[in-house]
């Protein structure tokens, strides 16, 4: 990983370091809800995964995979930083189906080429820089298997390119649903799906569903 992508991944993870209460109030918020709640947008999307080998990016504290645990053959939750990764496999010791892995902040590594039947991400990417979302995409073709599907909810507000994602609504970083859609393609997936979806700002947040082709 160069030097430019590196300051990318920890301009963003930084931050969540020097907060290490936002997990718990995460989870004991409305968010999880509004990922698992049958009458929201994005249980739809998740059903058209194949839960067979599933990677869950930025898994935080585990409050998503803790959905779908006793539904996955093999989970393999993947974060930057280790104080996560620390904590769901306290969270999760025990259970033989889940793997727990650090990764870079750019890609999937060490994950084998074309192992994975699904890759979702959710609550992270909205926050993460563009070079970082373009390394993903990328990588996500790697490592998917032919007819694997990845699921990112991702960032639709481009209002202040070059701004500090911070001062955005809901810490936003620049990106919008026809560039993700177009970086999608560029690394050779195919768009399935993508819906603007409204978060606490209208419009700010995609959900798209991708494919590596068979």
């Known amino acids: 990983m160069d030097n430019d992508l590196a300051r990318s991944v920890m301009e963003v993870a930084r931050y969540w370091r020097h907060d290490p209460h936002y997990y718990d109030r995460a989870e004991q918020s409305d968010w999880v809800a509004r990922f698992w709640s049958e009458d929201r947008e994005f249980q739809p999307y998740f059903s058209e995964l194949t839960l067979d080998v599933v990677i869950e990016l930025a898994c935080g504290h ?25 904590y769901c496999k306290a969270r999760f010791m025990g259970r033989d189906n889940v793997v727990c892995l650090q990764n870079n902040g750019a890609d999937f590594r060490p994950v084998p080429d074309a ?18 979302v373009a390394s993903y995409l990328r990588d996500t073709a790697r490592v998917l298997r032919p007819g694997g599907r990845a699921l990112y909810h991702h960032s639709n507000y481009d209002k202040e390119p070059g701004g500090n994602h911070r001062l955005a609504p809901g810490g936003r970083n620049f990106m919008s649903q026809a560039l993700f859609i177009h970086l ?16 606490d ?14």
Request: aromatic residues 6%.
């Open 62 to 86: 585990g409050r998503h995979a803790a959905q779908i645990v006793d539904r996955c053959p093999a989970l393999i939750l993947m974060d930057v930083m280790d104080t996560n990764i620390d």
């Open 115 to 132: 192992t994975v039947s699904a890759i979702f991400c959710y609550d992270a990417m909205v926050h993460f820089e563009l070079d970082v």
């Open 184 to 199: 999608a393609r560029r690394a050779g997936l195919t768009v399935l799906k993508s819906r603007i979806v409204d978060w």
């Open 201 to 214: 700002t209208p419009g700010t947040d995609a959900l798209t569903l991708v494919e590596r082709p068979a």
